[in-house]
């Protein structure tokens, strides 16, 4: 299983402090997607959709971690009931808003990724197939919302100035 | 960018006839997910989520195709506006029910993969992260919701009996 990069994510983020945690916490934070040519063909049909999933590499996440301090809360947990990026596949899935396509660019806003980020795959977001009510959302039910950017807990370039 | 299989997710499909096309359309069908022993510690306090992302490699998936007819639309569509499984990176996400963890192993309902599946990730599911209201959802405003499991189009072993 290999997997190849097919487009680059460009957001204001250079490094993970201040970056949001979740496009819910972006506040329309704007970027684009160059999606690389031998894959433009595919994105026909997809500027009706208000919304996509950007399926990408966490290319800056440090070691693998199986249980981690997420930064909505206090205690530690097991890190498949997190978001966090130091996982064994660094695959991060973000629904973000989008603007508008212009050739291969996708203008796109509420982004929570670094700039730089290696583009694996696109799926139209589409309530019927990704919104489900649920009653129990485990420890996420006593997070601390108030806490909705990054720091670099979870970098491979630790203290690093971006 | 190389993947590590995590775990592998068993379900009554055994081939893609029949197979539902989103866990929305699942009907409860039942599953469960085997996380291999290295990652097992991964999994502590994700009992308490009703519902968690499997994130997983369409390990049946035929050559990529660019442009596809889905299953729920008689016309052609860009890839990248459907969720077949021919991608360039043939990654899967599907929001399953979590009904209880024993040891390392998840039972799970509203399946829609392939028995066998082989397991890269799973992430908590949280309407707060997850849930987002739109207005626009492309073709799939005019999709034919009748048509709700697959048929061998995008198989890698087209006509074959399971």
Same mark, same amino acid.
Request: hydrophobic share 40%; aromatic share 10%; net charge negative.
């Given at each position: ?6 487009? !680059? ?22 970027? !684009? ?5 031998? *894959? ?8 009706? *959709? ?7 590499? *966490? ?72 919104? *489900? ?15 909705? !950017? ?13």
């Amino acid at each position: 299983m290999r997997l190849e990069q097919i487009g !680059t994510i460009r957001t204001p983020f250079a490094g993970p402090v201040g970056t949001p945690i979740q496009p819910a916490f972006a506040e329309e934070a704007p970027g !684009t997607v160059e999606v690389f040519a031998p *894959f433009t063909a595919g994105l026909a049909d997809l500027e009706g *959709f208000e919304r996509i999933w950007l399926i990408y590499w *966490f290319h800056k996440a440090g070691p693998v971690q199986l249980r981690v301090r997420p930064f909505m809360d206090e205690g530690e947990r097991g890190l498949f009931a997190t978001r966090a990026p130091c996982r064994p596949n660094p695959i991060g899935i973000s629904c973000v808003r989008l603007l508008a396509i212009e050739h291969n660019i996708l203008r796109v806003a509420d982004v929570d990724m670094l700039d730089g980020t290696p583009l694996l795959d696109i799926k139209p977001y589409a309530p019927c197939f990704d919104c *489900f009510g649920v009653q129990r959302i485990g420890w996420l039910a006593q997070a601390d919302r108030g806490q909705t !950017t990054a720091d670099d807990r979870f970098s491979s370039h630790k203290g690093e100035k971006p």
